[in-house]
């Protein structure tokens, strides 16, 4: 059973930093395209950053460009999200979505898979 789960969520102070897993089961990462995406309370789901399957290419929203990183652990079939500098307009529901491709799609319903979210709250 193909399944993707969250972890790293948390209260953090405004400027305080966290890293959030997504880890996979019941198949291999390396040739999915993942996605973070957030939901704050009372508004759509909005993409975060991107990381493909074949070269390593990124993308970030500007909401977020400068403050968080992506990467991927392939090995350990992980994807990562590190965020720094954290706000708390950050506060979500952040979930990981998987795709089946070699390209960088950044829209929600380009997504197949998701895991089930980890909340991430930033606060004092």
């Known amino acids: 059973q193909l399944q993707l789960v969250e972890s790293g969520g948390g209260l953090v102070q405004p400027g305080g930093s966290l890293r959030l897993s997504c880890a996979a089961s019941?198949?291999?990462?390396?040739?999915?395209?993942i996605g973070w995406f957030r939901q704050a309370p009372g508004k759509e789901r909005e993409g975060v950053s991107f990381i493909n399957s074949s070269d390593g290419s990124t993308y970030y929203a500007d909401s977020v460009k400068g403050r968080f990183t992506i990467s991927r652990d392939n090995a350990k079939n992980t994807v990562f999200l590190q965020m720094n500098s954290l706000k708390p307009e950050d506060t979500a529901v952040y979930y990981c979505?998987?795709?089946?491709?070699?390209?960088?799609?950044?829209?929600?319903?380009?997504?197949?898979?998701w895991g089930q979210g980890t909340q991430v709250t930033v606060s004092s």
């Open positions: 979505a998987a795709t089946y491709t070699i390209v960088l799609p950044t829209r929600r319903d380009e997504y197949d898979y």
């Open positions: 019941g198949f291999t990462l390396d040739y999915y395209t």
